[in-house]
Each structure stands twice: as structure tokens, then as C-alpha cells.
């Protein structure tokens, strides 16, 4: 079972900026491909970026040029990067969790409010 606990989101003004993380405290770390994902209401829930075992990082198409994902391995953490935050980025943003391409894992969610 691998745990992942959100952290970062809150309100902030068209353009402005924000870092959420995400806590994965396990052994098998390194061997996970690690996502964020976010849904906004009467919406689906959306990959927005991802980054795998070997470091390779994808964007959703949205956010290409704003948002950045990266991790800290030897504190078991992934961070997203948003810059340059507009009102369609409101969403409660989830960290996922992947191993072997089998077993999933998601956080509790953070909110993440874009308004003036």
C-alpha cells in the first residue's frame, strides 16, 4: 500500500503561481511512475502531467509551458509547478501513483481556486 498525501493548493489571482507536493513515503519510490491529475466540477478527472521512472515527463497540452513536474527521491516527493495560473485551471488536483502499471494510488485531493 503506498500512501500519498497532497499538499499546496489555495486561492490565488489569475497569473499568479503555485507549488503543490505530494508525500510518498515508501520503499519502492524509485520504481513508481507518478502523475497529477485534476478534476473540476461536472467534469472528468484529467491527467495534467506526469513523470515516470526514468524521469521522462509529459503535459497535458493545457498546460504546456506553465506547469513543471519534477521529484525529490530521496524525500519521496513530486512537486507541480503552476505558473502563469488561469480560472480554468480551478480544480482539485490529485497525485497518483503507479507501480508495475498495475496498481494505483491517489492522495485525498487539494484545491486549487484561480480568481480574482
Known amino acids: 500500500q503506498v500512501q500519498l498525501v497532497e499538499s499546496g493548493g489555495g486561492l490565488v489571482q489569475p497569473g499568479g503561481s503555485l507549488r503543490l507536493s505530494c508525500r510518498a513515503p515508501?520503499?519502492?519510490?524509485?520504481?513508481?511512475?507518478m502523475g497529477w491529475y485534476r478534476q473540476a466540477p461536472g467534469k472528468e478527472r484529467e491527467l495534467v502531467a506526469a513523470?515516470?521512472?526514468?524521469?521522462?515527463?509529459t503535459y497535458a497540452d493545457s498546460v504546456k509551458g506553465r506547469f513543471s513536474i519534477s521529484k525529490d527521491s530521496v524525500n519521496y516527493m513530486v512537486y507541480l509547478q503552476m505558473n502563469g495560473l488561469m480560472p480554468d485551471d480551478t480544480a482539485v488536483y490529485y497525485c497518483?501513483?503507479?507501480?508495475?502499471?498495475?496498481?494505483?494510488?491517489w492522495g485525498q485531493g487539494t484545491q486549487v481556486t484561480v480568481s480574482s
Open positions: 513523470i515516470n521512472v526514468a524521469n521522462r515527463r
Open positions: 515508501t520503499k519502492i519510490f524509485s520504481m513508481l511512475n
Open positions: 497518483k501513483a503507479t507501480f508495475r502499471g498495475e496498481n494505483e494510488y
